[in-house]
């Protein structure tokens, strides 16, 4: 157990309805990265948030994606009008972010992942 | 676009043999991380290698990274049937925090 939670574990849905993941990191961890894992394949990032504030998002995201962090803890990631194709693990994962330009490397710990499953 | 390649994609050896996982990339990291999943749960983090040339061992695990920074290698000594499992390597960019992972191996050890 990394500390990181995830809620749901699994979720099966029907294509086109709406879902949304939940992610508790690390209380002292300022950093909140989503990722997705398709089979057979390493995670591939999606966003990231440092405290409240979404800093990075990656083509995978599109406009059906949104996520959110209000209060700088825990985050949702909501999919709308699901697809066959969104079938895949999504992972969470959190880190203390140092200094600037900092010589020690920052540490993702991931947690348990969702798996959705679209029919 | 930086990517990173791992080999071999599947290994199945024998309980007690020795073995070496490759991850390999054009581009240069500023820290590359190795980790290994089990199905159904979250990648766990086996180690973290930043400088050029760096050799870190845990137990029976050998992690090196290429001197160039654009390379590494997970060599397992003797592995048991517990080091089954997907091990995954990741690069993280400088200035760029989001992990860019590799293709994963996925390791058995039969007993």
């Known amino acids: 157990d990394t500390g990181v939670s995830q809620d749901p574990r699994h979720k099966i849905t029907k294509r086109g309805q709406n879902v949304t993941f939940r992610c508790d990191p690390i209380?002292?961890?300022?950093?909140l990265y989503w990722y997705r894992q398709t089979l057979g394949q390493g995670p591939e990032f999606l966003t990231y948030f440092q405290n409240e504030a979404q800093l990075e998002k990656s083509r995978l995201l599109s406009d059906r994606f949104s996520a959110e962090r209000p209060k700088g803890s825990f985050s949702t990631l909501e999919i709308q009008r699901t697809e066959q194709g969104d079938s895949a693990m999504y992972l969470c994962?959190?880190?203390?972010?140092?200094?600037?330009?900092?010589?020690?490397?920052?540490?993702?710990?991931f947690g348990p992942g969702t798996r959705l499953l679209v029919l | 676009t930086q990517l990173l390649e791992q080999s071999p994609q599947f290994l199945s050896i024998q309980e007690g043999e020795n073995l070496t996982v490759y991850c390999n990339s054009s581009?240069?990291?500023?820290?590359l991380q190795w980790y290994r999943q089990e199905p159904g749960e979250g990648p766990v983090l086996l180690v973290t290698?930043?400088?050029?040339?760096e050799v870190k061992k845990l137990k029976r695990l050998t992690f090196q990274f290429g001197d160039a920074r654009k390379d590494s290698s997970l060599h397992i000594t003797a592995a048991q049937p517990g080091d089954t499992g997907l091990y995954l390597c990741?690069?993280?960019?400088?200035?760029?925090?989001?992990?860019?992972f590799g293709t994963g191996t996925r390791l058995t050890i039969i007993p």
């Open positions: 290698v930043v400088t050029g040339g």
């Open positions: 994962a959190s880190s203390l972010a140092g200094l600037a330009n900092s010589r020690f490397p920052e540490t993702q710990y």
């Open positions: 209380s002292e961890h300022n950093r």
């Open positions: 990741a690069g993280a960019g400088f200035g760029n925090e989001k992990l860019t």
């Open positions: 581009s240069v990291f500023s820290s």
